[in-house]
């Protein structure tokens, strides 16, 4: 089992302007390996993001984009789309039995779908967004869409102190991205609504399936909560001007468990007002297997996460189709699995297979 050192009790504060010394920059990767080997949560302050989009957005858009009359809202419903995006009304998801109660849009970055007839199905995955109409809401587009290219931004450099921190060098990881018109990263937007009496799931106990998420916890409820080493539940309460990072799955598998995906939950906000929260999900490329992938880490790094010792049971379940399957291909499962909605019409064959007897009520991708 895990050793009480390793443990946690609260989720650790970065504070990237340390980058801009050489003093400065060692303390945050040392800082870094202790989050990324026995948290896999943390929160990032002085973050390269522009403030003034992040108030923009958490002042202004994110409101307003709920309170579009509701057929507004249906006009880009997810299952028009083929690549899994645009709006899912509440209580759509389903996450270990339990409906999951949010509302939310799911915006990509910029990109041009490369599928071709003869291409494997995933290449689907990715394409442009739907966009609510712009008069109904003007600015938001552009808003939204040069907040998802900052955190792009932000993603790609962290990525790189990610590889430092494990000792595999600043360019470690940059196999696992494509050229950057081949790339595409996700964003919701998220509304929790209060819930009175009864199921109090605002998502249920999960891990992320991708490299990294960055989330903007956008109004001021407490909610999201994280497991720690012996199963206990974490509070990770808004910081105002950060954002938190967390380890996914994919990222987890490729390191051998020395980066830790850590599982985590939000619980419906208290009082009177909705949470609202803006995770983005970072991909890698839809073609890469992660079996196929041996990192070399230095003898150090693989003694601090023997160190560690092993995760207690959480709550959450793994995703178990990395050790055979295209990154792609994984992906699709998941959001067919948590959309099906969406799935039978624009994926048949692959729905027919993991739903052999159809469906019927919300989808659960765990």
């Not at 050229?179 to 609504?193: A, E, F, L, N, S």
Request: glycine share 8%; with cysteine.
């Amino acid at each position: 089992m895990h050793t009480d050192a390793s443990n946690f009790s609260s989720v650790p504060v970065l504070d990237y302007a340390l980058l801009s010394s050489a003093a400065g920059r060692n303390t945050f990767i040392i800082q870094l390996r202790h989050a990324l080997i026995n948290v896999g949560f943390l929160y990032l302050k002085n973050h390269s993001v522009r403030h003034e989009i992040v108030d923009k957005l958490m002042n202004y858009y994110i409101p307003k984009l709920f309170d579009l009359p509701q057929e507004a809202k249906d006009k880009i419903k997810m299952p028009n789309s083929e690549h899994f995006l645009g709006y899912s009304r509440l209580g759509t998801e389903l996450t270990k039995g339990q409906v999951d109660q949010r509302e939310q849009f799911d915006f990509g970055t910029k990109h041009k779908c490369r599928w071709q007839k003869g291409d494997p199905d995933y290449y689907r995955l990715w394409g442009p967004s739907q966009w609510p109409d712009e008069e109904l809401i003007p600015g938001f587009r552009e808003t939204m869409e040069m907040y998802l290219e900052e955190v792009e931004q932000l993603g790609y450099k962290f990525s790189s102190l990610l590889a430092e921190a494990l000792g595999l060098g600043p360019k470690g990881l940059e196999h696992f991205y494509d050229t950057q018109d081949m790339m595409q990263h996700r964003g919701k937007i998220v509304k929790y609504p209060v819930i009175t009496g009864g199921n109090d799931q605002g998502v249920g106990p999960h891990y992320d399936a991708g490299f990294l998420t960055l989330l903007l916890q956008a109004s001021p409820h407490r909610g999201l909560q994280v497991q720690n080493l012996s199963g206990e539940w974490i509070d990770a309460p808004p910081i105002p001007g950060t954002f938190v990072i967390n380890i996914g799955k994919a990222f987890e598998f490729v390191t051998r468990g020395v980066a830790r995906a850590t599982s985590h939950r939000v619980l419906s906000p208290k009082g009177d007002t909705p949470r609202y929260s803006v995770p983005f999900f970072q991909n890698i490329s839809l073609t890469i297997k992660l079996v196929d992938e041996v990192l070399d880490f230095p003898p150090e790094i693989l003694q601090l996460r023997d160190k560690r010792g092993t995760v207690g049971a959480t709550d959450s379940v793994n995703f178990t189709e990395f050790d055979r399957e295209p990154s792609g291909h994984v992906n699709l499962i998941g959001r067919v699995k948590s959309h099906p909605d969406t799935a039978v019409t624009h994926y048949p064959e692959l729905f027919n297979n993991i739903f052999p007897n159809g469906h019927s009520g919300g989808a659960s991708a765990y």
